[in-house]
């Protein structure tokens, strides 16, 4: 979806390297996600955030830090990387579930 | 504490049968649920929605059924078709709730293969 727009699209890094990755909405949606994806366990919320500085915790968030300084922008940063990290990164946007989360085209991250 | 489960991890129809996907849930104060599409390499995208007021919802080929009392949702696909080849993942959330509004819980995901 060309309203969501998330970079870099794939990253390898080493094991402890802090890592960003940029979740960039044009859509003025309220709500932003940040999902993980891994076999066997289907989506997994990261960090969450209902409005610009609001923020909270998923399920999965140990490890995570996310920030959200204005409506476009909802950052999701690997304090220090972790081979368990490696994954697929998703972010979502949207202004309730009624209305059907969009979903970013991922985030391919692989620690070494 | 898995609270939204997709028991079944793949499913194989012909072309133009139905497919019928399933999900159960624990959480009873979930009351929307929703299913999304997923393509390799692409984010998932969202296909049909029910509220816990309503028992079934349609949209063309998709019909979703929800039964509130066994806490179990399915997604129909009638008839099914090749591009419909795709992982399925069933979501639930909370309506009400404060700052737990709209969070989405997925489930594990079902692989579905349409043959030709």
């Known amino acids: 979806d060309a309203g969501i727009t998330q970079s870099p699209r794939h990253k390898v890094t080493e094991t402890g390297t802090p890592v960003t990755l940029r979740c960039h909405q044009t859509e003025n949606h309220r709500y932003m996600y940040w999902y993980r994806q891994d076999p066997g366990h289907g989506l997994r919320l990261i960090h969450y955030s209902y409005g610009v500085k609001d923020t909270d915790k998923g399920e999965v968030s140990d490890g995570y830090s996310v920030s959200r300084s204005k409506t476009e922008d909802f950052l999701l940063t690997l304090e220090s990387a972790t081979s368990s990290q490696t994954s697929v990164y998703f972010c979502a946007t949207g202004q309730g579930p009624n209305y059907g989360y969009t979903f970013g085209s991922g985030t391919r991250l692989t620690v070494v | 504490d898995q609270q939204v489960k997709q028991n079944s991890p793949s499913l194989s129809v012909q072309e133009g049968r139905i497919s019928i996907l399933n999900c159960d849930y624990t959480n009873s104060m979930f009351d929307y649920f929703l299913w999304y599409k997923k393509y390799p390499a692409e984010g998932p995208t969202f296909l049909i929605s029910i509220s816990s007021i309503k028992d079934k919802n349609e949209d063309g080929r998709f019909t979703v059924f929800l039964n509130k009392s066994a806490k179990h949702l399915s997604l129909h696909i009638v008839p099914s078709q090749p591009g419909d080849s795709a992982v399925y993942f069933c979501?639930?959330?909370?309506?009400?709730?404060?700052?737990?509004?709209?969070?989405?819980?997925f489930g594990q995901g079902t692989i579905l293969t349409v043959h030709p």
């Open positions: 979501a639930a959330s909370r309506m009400s709730g404060g700052t737990s509004y709209g969070k989405l819980t």
